[in-house]
């Protein structure tokens, strides 16, 4: 219960991460209320990728719906007659949620548990000495990003309000066109009628088709200048959801990467994917946003052409917005459990693979499969370099094949390869003193998903960090220490070599 206890202190930016970890799949006031029975349960003991565990997790589910209904039937009084209601429901629904998946549920509040600690850690840290100062710039940066993206969302705000306004007033120009188009059938038809008569109502059709002509071509220059008005705000747009990309994929997630990497030797858990997984989400709310934006623009161009630069502009939008949303999705397709970097042939092996934006883009809707080979050294560095797209294998892994699935408890797409095994390894020819045991690797997960109704297609691939394959026992402390050596002292080329992800827009 003292974890809970710290998570309610937590103010600001915490406070609302804290919080936005419960929902329907699991609702606060179970937490609040079962805090103590929730805390003192071994749910790390549960092995999440073994579905002979489902047993021990069926169990701790039917504790923790007994545990609330008792504590529904302890509430009396008026006060506790609504308290008594809505903690019976939370029994049913979990209960409904969860039996036929009880090990999401274990994932659900180990998640929930994990987050809490981390987040208070970091609260108490920053009210510390040296760690503290590096709290605040740590707590500086994330206040930055989010003011970006608060700036980022009043400006979609207002571009869309800025289109709804250009596409009302595009319909009332058709209407009057299509007025126009009226008094000129009305003047031509005069010409049927005698003389006296036309001459007596022409003149006044005459006029009004002077005036609207004229309120015509004046509003064709207004429509065309909110048009450009429009793009440029769009462009405005599109450079700062550039710059907060940039941030996030470039610095914020190569950081992570790099931790994940120093983790390999014994450094300090890397910690903060969730967060990066909610940035991410949000980059792509917004990139989404846009893109529609601009294709109802397109849509108002074709629908009334008006001379000026406007078709060029909007292909140049749509290729930036493409090329932005490309980058999201490539850079967020990441190994969330590595390998073992010291792989033995015939021996069973795991990893994870994680689309952070999968959630928001709806991509499994369609869930995607991913795909495992284990490639060399220079194969890679060709991948990375786009000399190959071809992703030819140098050895044999079964079971390398996984279907992505969607964890609505914790918004998480992701590929658990479980029973991966390196059958066998082709090496290349060495020279001199080289040993087996220099000879680096990487497992190469590849797939293929659409976005938004197949409007976009991405073929993507991402990078283990290098792994060393050995035969036998004898030969890990060797392989260890190539590793070790690379995971600490990578040049730039080896950690591109880790971090790049490739693309291919079908």
């Known amino acids: 219960m003292a974890m809970w206890i710290q998570a309610q202190q937590l103010q600001g930016d915490a406070l609302h991460q804290m919080q936005a970890l419960y929902g329907q799949h699991f609702p606060i006031e179970v937490r609040h209320y079962l805090a103590q029975w929730i805390e003192n349960q071994l749910w790390d003991s549960v092995e999440l990728e073994n579905p002979g565990e489902e047993v021990k997790a069926k169990r701790l589910l039917d504790s923790l719906v007994a545990e609330l209904q008792k504590k529904a039937q302890l509430q009396g009084g008026e006060d506790g007659f609504l308290l008594k209601i809505k903690l019976g429901h939370y029994a049913n629904q979990l209960k ?162 790099r931790r994940q990497q120093l983790a390999g030797n014994g450094g300090p858990h890397e910690g903060g994917l969730d967060v990066l997984q909610s940035w991410c989400e949000k980059l792509a709310d917004l990139i989404w946003q846009n893109r529609q934006q601009i294709r109802r623009c397109e849509h108002l161009t074709q629908q009334l052409p008006l001379p000026g630069p406007m078709e060029e502009l909007l292909i140049k939008l749509n290729a930036d917005i493409t090329d932005i949303i490309s980058a999201l999705v490539t850079s967020t397709f990441i190994i969330e459990k590595q390998p073992p970097q010291v792989l033995k042939t015939q021996t069973k092996f795991a990893a994870t693979v994680r689309l952070l934006v999968g959630g928001k883009l709806n991509v499994h809707m369609n869930p995607p499969q991913v795909k495992a080979v284990i490639v060399s050294e220079q194969q890679a560095k060709a991948l990375l370099k786009n000399e190959s797209t071809h992703s030819e294998s140098s050895g044999e892994i079964l079971n390398n094949n996984c279907v992505m699935e969607y964890h609505q408890a914790t918004g998480t797409l992701s590929a658990h390869f479980r029973n991966m095994s390196l059958k066998r390894i082709k090496r290349s020819d060495r020279r001199g003193a080289e040993s087996v045991t220099e000879e680096k690797f990487t497992v190469l997960f590849e797939s293929q998903f659409s976005v938004g109704g197949n409007e976009l297609v991405f073929h993507v691939k991402t990078l283990s960090l290098p792994v060393v394959v050995i035969v036998h026992g004898s030969q890990d402390n060797n392989a260890t220490a190539t590793v070790l050596w690379d995971n600490a002292f990578a040049e730039p080329v080896s950690m591109n070599f880790i971090f790049i992800n490739l693309i291919t827009i079908i």
Not at 107 to 121: D, F
Not at 167 to 194: D, K, T
């Open 96 to 257: 409904s949620t969860y039996d036929r998946c009880p090990l999401e549920l274990v994932r659900c509040i180990r998640h929930i548990l994990q987050s809490e600690k981390r987040l208070v850690q970091d609260a108490t840290n920053a009210s510390s000495g040296a760690e503290g100062q590096s709290m605040d710039t740590l707590s500086q940066r994330h206040q930055q990003i989010n003011q970006a993206f608060e700036e980022l969302r009043l400006a979609t705000q207002e571009t869309e309000n800025e289109l709804r306004k250009l596409q009302h007033s595009q319909e009332y120009f058709i209407i009057q066109y299509q007025e126009n188009l009226r008094i000129q059938a009305q003047i031509s038809s005069l010409a049927s009628l005698p003389a006296a008569e036309r001459t007596q109502r022409e003149p006044a059709l005459q006029s009004k088709r002077a005036t609207v002509e004229s309120w015509l071509t004046r509003e064709a220059s207004t429509l065309q200048k909110y048009r450009l008005d429009l793009s440029e705000q769009h462009q405005k747009t599109l450079t700062l959801l550039r710059k907060q990309q940039t941030l996030i994929l470039d610095e914020e997630l190569i950081q992570w990467k």
